[in-house]
């Protein structure tokens, strides 16, 4: 969604990005928020672009006991003994891997619970920036949105919100 304002308005924007790499922007947080409130920014109404879940690849490269049983409760027919085997040697096939890593992500796309990340966008005139929001919850209607911070693109934001040579974003 596109949300314009003015250029002094957009101006105390340009103050608060958060790639600014003199501040840490964790700390400018508290002013964006501000800020966005101040000019009726709202994180739900006016930052509904879906851009995707971020996933840290140790899901799946390094995975938890719990999460192996469950893919091999949901894919294997003979579970109980790929599962004792599993937990002998602590080793999944070249395809049992590729599967474990769907399995994971499908699970996440599909949860409530592991965050979406959406933006918005502020104009002013030619000039834009981005405001990165997070959301986790049930439904439309029942979630909670999150700043994340604003920065003057997509590719900045997620460049540096999120470490992709650690994680993929679908």
């Not at 003199?22 to 409130?37: D, G, R």
Request: aromatic share 14%; charged share 30%; glycine share 4%.
């Amino acid at each position: 969604m596109t949300f314009e304002v003015k250029k002094n308005v957009f101006e105390r924007g340009l103050i608060l990005l958060s790639s600014d790499s003199n501040v840490v922007s964790m700390t400018k947080l508290p002013k964006q928020y501000e800020w966005l409130e101040e000019i009726s920014f709202d994180l739900t109404e006016d930052a509904d672009d879906y851009l995707g879940k971020y996933f840290e690849k140790d899901l799946w490269e390094k995975p938890v006991l719990d999460n192996i049983v469950d893919f091999f409760q949901t894919t294997t027919e003979n579970s109980e003994t790929r599962i004792e085997n599993y937990e002998v040697d602590l080793y999944l096939t070249k395809e049992e891997k590729k599967q474990f890593k769907d399995f994971i992500t499908d699970r996440l796309l599909e949860s409530p619970d592991h965050p979406g990340i959406f933006t918005g966008t502020i104009h002013c005139e030619q000039n834009s920036i981005i405001i990165f929001t997070s959301r986790s919850g049930f439904s439309w209607s029942d979630y909670d949105a999150d700043l994340l911070g604003i920065y003057n693109d997509i590719d900045e934001g997620k460049k540096e919100l999120f470490n992709l040579d650690k994680g993929i974003f679908i």
